[in-house]
């Protein structure tokens, strides 16, 4: 027994003794555990597994403890990634060193770590190309191309001016008289392009991809880029040829030339045939999302083979890509969070953290014109990117704006530094400044754009629109909103009510011009995307049963109101947060007097409540706050009376109650349209408190008379109107006087926020379940409400200063 003891393995590994080695003597990757050795438990850093796993979690603990401060003066994440990196270099930690010898066999300890960092910059570029707006980006027109040169060429023609100033007063122990140009070149090459996957990058975080300078942004950055690949191409072929071989340029330029029509002509075909064969509602098969990214792995491998910075290869594959649904949906729906939380915050920190700002203090002599030369070209660049806007007549804002992204630095800038430092074209204090320049660039420029932009001066200066001030002649331009195959029958019972036939007392009237927009989830963070339906839109879109079913519909209704209602479609595949832009910048564009957008609240066919839709209340919260004219909030219970048309004779009884106030007055306007319709029977009632206003501070109320009295004396004869005025004093009052009101009606037009002194709401702001509906259009889409009444809660167009 005793032999065969001494026989069996030992239960831990056996150190040596004969040299200084963390691990064991021969390599392994996975330790014992932190009680392999009782008196040096560091040494299970000797294996690859624990030690790969300090080194992330080092990372995340420290850009936790950074942004933890940083995010409440607005400044980006990427920072965050950055600072970590510095804290972990030679100033402070230097986990660089302390990792480089802790493996056996002379492995370096920081091999795994830079090959996951690498990993996760292909992954995260090559979802950058995947999600860019493939149309913003490459849009016709001067503007971006001009924008574009002016930033490029002048940049890098006056920078490259100043390559040989003072070359001579350049210390020999610092750098080499034949390589002091080539940094200055790279400085200025740097400075000089507008990387797009850096300002796709970008855009997403200030949530603006949809808006119009957020496209002006990605197409000037995209021909910025083009123009940077051709400099990057003939530099690099010009450098291999002198210093290298005739030869390997050859062979890189002709590889480059292969990879550019193997894109073009195999894998984009390829992509495109993945989305065509995949069925409607249906994923896209694994195998193939695994092997689009595969292929993108295999690009930045042969890049990086012939002499290119690495994640060029899987840029250019994620922009081969169509974006938006099927395929590129899918592939960030699947990558997006592991690229973007995981392995992009340690690629940012690994680059970093080989910087030593220690040297640059030491070297600040040397490096010194290379300062002044950054902050020469960022002015000039700025300059050349700002010019141009006002030349092209942009407000002066957004001019600002625009230069601002056109100098913006971000990951893939790191990635080029890194790549000169290795190719002995940088020094190490000229590389250690750049990441301290990109540090500040990532960290200023961002804040001073959000502190500059507002969606809602797009707004400012804009002409009334709203119902009310429409002239008798005008054409009512409704932009209705679908979010679900079910909104489709509460919009068209809507607009059935607002359309009437064309006869004596109306035949001076206008047109109702129907903008339908579709919106669309996108799964992932994919750039929104407009499609108008028409005779040009694609086949694969028209097959699509909630589109065909919606157009179908639209289709129906403009036929049975033909030559006074037209209909034209769009579908938005948006995100969430930037569902309430699309809405808006289309309404917009189309002069829209109202949104109708649904409520969110869900209904059974037999009237019960569902459920309740969190993301379509939010986008309509957002609306409230920034739609460019009047918006209607739709809660609509399916009752089966509004489902009117020209066969149909019933009548449906539409309710107004009003109370006063710019809401109010909007309400009544589009109650007078309804009214034209002769299967409507419309009332009107006034809720008063029974004490008489301070006429002379209060000049709404001189208003509300004024629409009341033109409603009454319009009207007044007519045998489908009617006009009541109820005294209510208290919550309750207000509460038994709505659900009155709403079991004597099909449909009630209120208004969402009323004048502070006409009625006495107490108790009744405190108990909103939906306060985008306001307290009477809350207490109609009440759950405990037993009518099937349907309501539209109506808020007039703000102005917007």
């Given at each position: ?626 739609a460019p004219c009047s918006i209607g909030v739709l809660n609509s219970r399916g009752h089966r009376k509004l489902k009117i048309n020209k066969r149909s004779k019933g009548t449906v009884k539409v309710g107004v109650i009003f109370i006063g106030g710019k809401d109010d007055w909007e309400a009544v306007s589009i109650a007078k349209w309804m009214r034209q319709n002769p299967s409507v029977r419309l009332t009107v009632i006034r809720f008063l408190s029974g004490q008489e206003p301070d006429k002379s501070k209060n000049w709404e109320y001189l208003v509300d008379n004024e629409v009341l009295n033109d409603l009454k004396s319009t009207y007044a004869s007519a045998e489908n109107f009617s006009y009541t005025e109820t005294i209510i004093k208290g919550g309750p009052a207000v509460t038994t006087a709505v659900r009155m009101a709403a079991e004597e009606n099909d449909l009630m037009i209120v208004g969402r ?49």
């Amino acid at each position: 027994m005793a032999d065969s003891a001494a026989l069996a393995p030992p239960l831990w590994p056996t150190l040596s003794n004969e040299k200084v080695c963390y691990g064991a003597a021969n390599f392994n990757i996975s330790s014992f555990g932190i009680l392999e050795t009782y008196k040096t438990p560091s040494v299970i850093f000797g294996y690859a597994l624990p030690l790969l796993e300090m080194q992330i979690s080092l990372i995340f603990v420290l850009i936790v403890s950074s942004h933890m401060f940083l995010r409440f003066i607005g400044i980006p994440q990427f920072v965050s990634y950055m600072l970590a990196g510095f804290l972990l270099g030679p100033q402070l930690i230097d986990l660089v060193d302390f990792s480089s010898d802790r493996l056996s066999l002379d492995l370096d300890g920081n091999a795994a770590l830079e090959g996951v960092a690498k990993f996760g910059m292909i992954m995260f570029t090559f979802l950058m190309g995947v999600k860019t707006n493939k149309r913003a980006a490459f849009q016709t027109g001067k503007r971006p191309i001009v924008i574009a040169v002016s930033s490029f060429v002048l940049t890098m023609v006056t920078g490259m001016a100043f390559r040989n100033f003072r070359i001579d007063k350049v210390d020999p122990l610092y750098m080499s008289l034949r390589l002091a140009p080539t940094e200055r070149t790279v400085i200025v090459s740097i400075q000089a392009i507008t990387l797009l996957p850096v300002v796709t990058h970008l855009i997403h975080e200030l949530k603006i991809p949809n808006s119009e300078l957020g496209r002006l942004a990605i197409s000037i950055s995209a021909f910025n880029d083009l123009l940077a690949f051709i400099n990057l191409m003939c530099v690099s072929y010009i450098g291999t040829y002198r210093y290298v071989s005739p030869r390997t340029a050859n062979r890189d330029a002709a590889a480059m030339i292969i990879l550019v029509l193997v894109i073009i002509f195999i894998i984009r075909p390829a992509a495109q045939r993945i989305v065509n064969i995949t069925p409607e509602g249906k994923s896209v098969r694994k195998l193939y999302l695994y092997g689009t990214i595969m292929t993108a792995v295999a690009a930045s491998s042969y890049t990086t083979f012939f002499n290119q910075i690495h994640v060029l290869g899987a840029f250019m594959v994620g922009m081969a890509i169509p974006d938006g649904p099927p395929l590129g949906s899918a592939l960030e729906a699947k990558f997006e969070s592991l690229a973007t939380n995981v392995f992009f915050p340690i690629s940012i920190a690994v680059l970093t953290m080989k910087g030593d700002i220690i040297g640059v203090l030491y070297a600040f002599d040397d490096i010194s014109f290379n300062i002044f030369l950054v902050g020469f070209t960022l002015v000039l660049k700025w300059t050349a990117s700002f010019v141009p806007c006002l030349i092209f007549k942009l407000p002066t804002r957004e001019s600002i704006i625009i230069a601002m992204i056109m100098n913006y630095k971000g990951f893939v800038d790191l990635c080029f530094i890194e790549g000169a430092l290795n190719k002995w074209n940088l020094s190490h204090a000229t590389y250690t400044f750049l990441m301290m320049y990109v540090l500040m660039n990532a960290g200023i420029l961002p804040t001073i754009v959000k502190a500059l932009y507002d969606p809602k001066r797009k707004y400012i200066g804009y002409v009334k629109r709203d119902v009310m001030h429409l002239k008798s002649n005008s054409d009512l331009k409704i932009l209705t909103c679908l979010h679900r195959p079910d909104n489709i029958s509460g919009m068209i019972s809507l607009l059935q009510l607002l359309s009437s036939p064309l006869n004596n007392e109306n035949k001076d009237k206008g047109v109702i011009a129907v903008t339908v927009l579709h919106l669309v989830k996108l799964a992932g963070r994919a750039f929104p995307i407009l499609v108008p339906h028409d005779k040009r839109s694609k086949p694969r879109l028209l097959q699509n049963s909630y589109i065909q079913t919606m157009m179908l519909a639209f289709n129906e209704f403009q036929q049975e109101n033909l030559g006074t209602t037209t209909v034209n479609s769009f579908t938005a595949f948006s995100i969430d947060n930037l569902m309430d832009q699309d809405i808006c910048n289309l309404a917009f564009d189309h002069l829209t007097s109202m949104i109708i957008t649904p409520s969110g609240r869900k209904w059974s066919p037999d009237g019960s409540y569902e459920s309740d839709d969190v993301m379509i209340r939010r986008v309509n919260m957002s609306l409230l706050d920034r739609a460019p004219c009047s918006i209607g909030v739709l809660n609509s219970r399916g009752h089966r009376k509004l489902k009117i048309n020209k066969r149909s004779k019933g009548t449906v009884k539409v309710g107004v109650i009003f109370i006063g106030g710019k809401d109010d007055w909007e309400a009544v306007s589009i109650a007078k349209w309804m009214r034209q319709n002769p299967s409507v029977r419309l009332t009107v009632i006034r809720f008063l408190s029974g004490q008489e206003p301070d006429k002379s501070k209060n000049w709404e109320y001189l208003v509300d008379n004024e629409v009341l009295n033109d409603l009454k004396s319009t009207y007044a004869s007519a045998e489908n109107f009617s006009y009541t005025e109820t005294i209510i004093k208290g919550g309750p009052a207000v509460t038994t006087a709505v659900r009155m009101a709403a079991e004597e009606n099909d449909l009630m037009i209120v208004g969402r926020d009323h004048d502070e002194d006409s009625l006495d709401y107490s108790g009744l702001v405190e108990w909103m379940e939906l306060p985008e509906l306001g307290v009477i259009g809350d207490l109609l889409a009440s759950k405990e409400l037993e009518t099937r009444v349907s309501v539209l809660v109506v808020k007039q167009q703000q102005q917007h200063e």
